[in-house]
C-alpha cells in the first residue's frame, strides 16, 4: 500500500459515493467554479475564502442540483454554475448563523467569526451573497434568477423570524415548520429545481416538491440527532440547541402535556444564560420519556415518503435511482 494508512469507510459514507456517482466528474468542476466565483484580488477576501471552501461539507445541494439536471440525459453545462452558486449562497447563510450565534467551529474548523471577527464574517457573507448573483446574472436566465433570489430572501426571514421571537417556549409547531422551511428546505427545493431547469424542465415542478419535502425531513432529523448524538468528550447528547435556547420539534411536540415540575425544568433551562451539560441532561431526558422524539421521527418520516411520492413521475435512470436514494441517506446517517 506504499506505506499509506488505509481508513475504512462507513457505510453510510459509503451510501454518499454511490448517490454521488453518477455526478462525481461534474461535481469537482462545481468546486473549481465556486473558487473562480469567489476569486478576488483583495488579500483578506482571498484568505477567508480559502478558509471557507475548506469548510464545505459533503456537497449535498449541488450533488442533488447535478442529479436532477440528469433527468432527462442532457445537462446544461451552465449546470456546474447553478450548482456553485447554490453552495455558495448556503455557505453564506451558514457564514451568517455562525456570527449570529458566535458559534466557534464549524465542521471541525474555527468559524469565519472565530477567526477573523464578526465584522469580517458579516461582510463575507454579503460577499458570498454579491458574487453567487453576480455569477447567476452572468447566465443571462430571468428564471434561474427569479429562484435563487426569492431563496436569498426566505433565508434571511428564517434568519429574522427566529430572531424575532420573544417567547422561545410559545414557538408552535406550524412556526417551526415555516422555519424550517424557510432555513433548510428552501435551499435543497431550489438545488433541484434549479438543476432540473438546466435539464429539460419538465420535471422542474416534481423536483422542487421534492427538493422541499426532503429538506423539511433533513432539518428534522438534525434536531433529532441534538437530542441523541453522544458528545465525543462527554459521551452525553450534545444538546446545543438546548444551550442555544432553540426550540425545535421534539421539545415543541411534548411541552403542552409535560407535568408542572417538567415545565418549570425546562424553563430554567431557557432562563439560564450558559446552562450546563446537567440541566441539558436532564431536559433532554424529558423530551425523550415524554415521546418527543418519536413525535419528529414519525413527522420526518412523513416528510421523507412526501419526497419519495414527488419522485413518481420521473424517468427511471441512474439519476432517479440516486435521488431516491438520497432520501434512504438523509434518514439513515441521522437517525
Not at 448556503?90 to 477567526?115: E, Y
Request: one cysteine or more; charged letters at 25%.
Amino acid at each position: 500500500m506504499n506505506g499509506a494508512t488505509v481508513r475504512s469507510r462507513t457505510p453510510l459514507t459509503e451510501a454518499l459515493r454511490d448517490i454521488q456517482a453518477p455526478v462525481r466528474e461534474r461535481l469537482e468542476l462545481v468546486v473549481t467554479e465556486m473558487q473562480a466565483i469567489v476569486s478576488s484580488e483583495l488579500p483578506m477576501i482571498e484568505s477567508v475564502s480559502g478558509h471557507l471552501l475548506q469548510m464545505r461539507g459533503k456537497m449535498f445541494r449541488p450533488t442533488l442540483g447535478l442529479l436532477a439536471s440528469e433527468i432527462e440525459g442532457a445537462p446544461e453545462a451552465r449546470a456546474i454554475t447553478v450548482a456553485a452558486v447554490i453552495e455558495l449562497m448556503h455557505l453564506a447563510s451558514l457564514v451568517h448563523d455562525d456570527s449570529v450565534d458566535h458559534s466557534v467551529l464549524r465542521r471541525g474548523l474555527p468559524t469565519v467569526n472565530s477567526l477573523f471577527s464578526h465584522q469580517v464574517s458579516v461582510i463575507m457573507g454579503d460577499f458570498l451573497y454579491a458574487r453567487a448573483l453576480s455569477a447567476l446574472v452572468a447566465l443571462g436566465d430571468l428564471e434561474l434568477l427569479r429562484i435563487v433570489t426569492r431563496v436569498s430572501g426566505e433565508l434571511t426571514m428564517g434568519e429574522m423570524q427566529q430572531l424575532a421571537a420573544v417567547d422561545t417556549l410559545s414557538f408552535t409547531e406550524q412556526g417551526y415548520y415555516d422555519l424550517i422551511r424557510a432555513k433548510t428546505a428552501s435551499l435543497l427545493s431550489a438545488a433541484c429545481e434549479t438543476g432540473a431547469l438546466c435539464g429539460g424542465a419538465r420535471h422542474s415542478e416534481a423536483l422542487r416538491l421534492y427538493g422541499e419535502r426532503l429538506g423539511m425531513a433533513f432539518q428534522i432529523a438534525d434536531d433529532i440527532l441534538d437530542y441523541t448524538e453522544d458528545s465525543t468528550t462527554t459521551g452525553k447528547p450534545s444538546g446545543l440547541d438546548l444551550k442555544e435556547h432553540k426550540v425545535t420539534l421534539p421539545l415543541i411536540a411534548v411541552l403542552p402535556s409535560l407535568r408542572v415540575a417538567q415545565r418549570e425544568q425546562v424553563e430554567r433551562l431557557f432562563a439560564t444564560e450558559s446552562p450546563d451539560d446537567q440541566q441539558v441532561a436532564d431536559v433532554v431526558a424529558i423530551v425523550t420519556d415524554a415521546g418527543g422524539i418519536d413525535v419528529a421521527r414519525r413527522r420526518g418520516e412523513q416528510f421523507a415518503q412526501e419526497a419519495e411520492e414527488a419522485l413518481d413521475g420521473i424517468p427511471d435512470g441512474p439519476a432517479r435511482a440516486a435521488l431516491a436514494d438520497a432520501i434512504a441517506y438523509v434518514m439513515e446517517r441521522r437517525w
